[in-house]
């Protein structure tokens, strides 16, 4: 049997998925929990899972963040579960070491043939994930992190020691990797993301 844990702060997401895999008779669901600091809270008390299924969305401690803390202390591989089809957060979560991310919607056979894989060494992300979608650079990372905190071109300039013209570069830069056309749809992407 595979041992898999469940992470995700919405009940009848947790339960729906924990029905459905226990009917299939090849999975052993460990544990629903409902967050991040529940699920590194488990980790550090009980035997690893073969799998972690783990909500990317989650308020306080999301999705991003756990696997960050697997990764320092644990070698349980991470399945991110989502509800937006995305390639940034697709290469996102590639790049942080997760093993797939499967959408919310997935049906039962293939949900149980990723765990399956994944539990076997596998992973789920596909050889051509488009190359184009780079990783945020540290500075505009830095950039993403004032505009989610509602900090003007001005004030952000201010206190990185920038002109305000390269702000403005680097914010277009920003925009163009997250496939967005302004601050506000940018502020919204990074939220839903739970990239910050």
């Keep these: 049997m595979t041992k898999v844990l469940l992470v995700d702060d919405q009940t009848i997401v947790l339960l729906g998925i ?11 669901v460990l544990a629903m929990l409902s967050s991040g600091e ?7 008390k009980n035997p690893l899972p073969d799998v972690i299924l783990l909500d990317i969305h989650m308020p306080e401690m999301n999705g991003i963040d756990v696997l960050k803390q697997i990764n320092k202390f644990y070698t349980a591989p991470v399945i991110f579960l989502t509800t937006f089809d995305d390639e ?29 894989k ?30 989610v905190q509602g900090k003007t071109n001005k004030e ?3 206190v990185h020691h920038l002109s305000p013209g390269t702000v ?7 925009f163009e ?10 502020v919204v992407k ?6 910050f």
């Design 18 to 28: 924990a029905k459905l895999l226990e009917v299939s008779g090849d999975i052993d």
């Design 38 to 44: 529940a699920c590194i809270d488990y980790l550090s």
């Design 88 to 116: 940034y957060l697709c290469q996102q979560a590639k790049e942080l070491g997760a093993k797939g991310l499967l959408k919310k919607n997935i049906g039962l056979e293939e949900l149980l043939a990723s765990i399956l």
């Design 118 to 147: 994944v539990a076997e060494g596998g992973h789920l992300f596909s050889a051509n994930t488009r190359k184009n979608i780079s990783k945020m650079t540290a500075r505009e990372d830095l950039i993403a992190r004032s505009l």
């Design 156 to 158: 952000i300039a201010e």
């Design 168 to 174: 403005r570069n680097y914010a277009s830069n920003l």
């Design 177 to 186: 990797k997250l496939g967005v056309r302004n601050r506000a749809e940018a």
């Design 190 to 195: 990074l939220k839903e993301r739970g990239l």
